[in-house]
């Protein structure tokens, strides 16, 4: 599917996110975002597209919420005349120790981790069917595509994830019939979280086959590739540098 003249909803649209809508921008997409309280730079994001001579939507949606996600769409939909791909990149990720992880804390992940990742879908998914297909690009982690857990304090956040990838499988096989493409993208050592000090980050690098870290232009190419395929679908894309193979 090309991106000349599409529409991209994109969920998350701060950091690595305002990169790939950039990315789709200019590859000729119109571009919906998302934002929960961070307006600023949901606009600042949406302003870079517009500066490429596409449109752009800002929509406000807390994710965790089941009608703000249909609206969210709705929305989207209208503001742009139509949606071809949903690309969900919001995430909550967070170090929470087993014996503070209350149930508030586990439904608060798992609600925009893995929840919201469904609730966005479906809402989206008789906009695709109109346009005789499309694209959905959901977001996990390279832990969780390696099939097992591998740092402490991330018990939900890594459940999560794990249950994104399934989400992605079971939706590409729901959704074949009606040439929607599902295909999940598996983050590595992209971005530095917020207050990663310098050592962290070299020790990161240490521990990366490529090493070094990939910058969030390495997830915008997995997901325009994803995009332009006709026949990926299903799949799983680690974007770790080989982190896993360690």
Not at 40 to 62: I, K, Q
Not at 65 to 79: I, S, Y
Not at 141 to 167: E, H, T
Request: aromatic fraction near 4%; charge should be negative; proline fraction near 4%.
């Amino acid at each position: 599917m090309t991106l000349q003249d599409r529409v991209v909803l994109l969920t998350g649209g701060r950091r690595i996110g305002a990169v790939v809508a950039e990315a789709v921008a200019r590859r000729g997409a119109d571009v919906a975002l998302s934002y929960r309280s961070s307006r600023e730079e949901a606009d600042a994001t949406a302003e870079v597209v517009r500066a490429l001579g596409r449109r752009s939507a800002v929509v406000r949606a807390d994710l965790a919420d089941e009608a703000d996600c249909a609206a969210l769409v709705a929305q989207a939909g209208e503001a742009l005349g139509r949606i071809d791909a949903l690309v969900h990149l919001a995430s909550v990720y967070e170090s929470v120790p087993l014996d503070a992880l209350d149930a508030a804390t586990w439904d608060r992940h798992l609600s925009v981790d893995l929840r919201a990742a469904f609730l966005c879908a479906r809402a989206v998914v008789p906009h695709l069917r109109a346009q005789g297909g499309g694209r959905i690009v959901l977001s996990a982690d390279w832990v969780a595509a390696s099939g097992r857990p591998r740092y402490r304090d991330y018990v939900a956040y890594y459940v999560a994830k794990s249950g994104v990838i399934a989400l992605g499988q079971a939706l590409a096989l729901e959704l074949a019939p009606d040439g929607i493409l599902v295909n999940t993208v598996a983050p590595g050592p992209i971005l530095a979280p917020p207050g990663t000090s310098a050592e962290e980050e070299a020790a990161v690098a240490r521990a990366t086959p490529l090493g070094r870290w990939g910058g969030p232009e390495e997830i915008a190419k997995a997901v325009v590739a994803l995009i332009d395929s006709d026949f990926i679908t299903g799949e799983t894309i680690r974007v770790d540098g080989g982190r896993h193979l360690k």
